[in-house]
T-cell receptor, first 117, second 114 residues
């Protein structure tokens, strides 16, 4: 089974609107971390947001928020007020186990977002 | 803002040749990682490194691969005898002691093996 599933290969969003990128994960470990990274066309990987499995509140970082639904094993990324510079590939990733067990990230297949003016 | 840097940005090599990919992690970071992304595919973990030794590696990281921290700033990935299937973008990442969960990635080295 896939550890991280991103079901939306690509999507368009109108500038200034919000967009939700889906991510579901599969783990039996009670301790894990969930991450979102942005990859612009230039290729670098930019860290956006982190959610720990024991965090009580949904993570937020500026225009990014993570809609963490533990029972559904989903960690959707919400980008509010989309900007043209948000056009990129977005990857969801997971670290299984606590940090003592290691810090290997497993990535999903990504969602390509194109923001329309 | 401090960032991870990688050199070269692009490298073309002949099959069977050795390549060394270089990374300068963020200066106060103590954990280092290599990942790769074959064109059009997922980002895959290769290896993590702490305190001058490998702490975790994937099945991809076979005897053809090695990592080293030759001095206080550089972190290198060596591929001893490159194969066509080693063509990929290679990302270095680092994380700090007190916020180890967050890995900051470099811009990547695009390796093409001919």
């Amino acid at each position: 089974a896939q550890k991280i599933t991103q079901t939306q290969p690509g999507m368009f969003v109108q500038e200034k609107e919000a967009v939700t990128l889906d991510c579901t994960y599969d783990t039996s470990d009670p301790s894990y971390g969930l991450f979102w990274y942005k990859q612009p066309s230039s290729g670098e990987m930019i860290f956006l947001i982190y959610q720990g499995s024991y965090d009580q509140q949904n993570a937020t970082e500026g225009r990014y928020s993570l809609n963490f639904q533990k029972a559904r094993k989903s960690a959707n990324l919400v980008i509010s007020a989309s900007q043209l510079g948000d056009s990129a590939m977005y990857f969801c990733a997971m670290r299984e186990g606590n940090l003592a067990a290691g810090n290997k990230l497993t990535f999903g297949g990504g969602t390509r977002v194109l923001v329309k003016p | 803002e401090p960032e991870v840097t990688q050199t070269p940005s692009h490298q073309v090599t002949q099959m069977g040749q050795e390549v060394i990919l270089r990374c300068v992690p963020i200066s106060n970071h103590l954990y280092f990682y290599w990942y790769r992304q074959i064109l059009g595919q997922k980002v895959e973990f290769l290896v993590s490194f702490y305190n001058n030794e490998i702490s975790e590696k994937s099945e991809i990281f076979d005897d053809q691969f090695s990592v080293e921290r030759p001095d206080g700033s550089n972190f290198t990935l060596k591929i001893r005898s490159t194969k066509l299937e080693d063509s990929a973008m290679y990302f270095c990442a680092s994380s700090e002691l007190n916020r180890r969960e967050t890995q900051y990635f470099g811009p990547g080295t695009r390796l093409l093996v001919l």
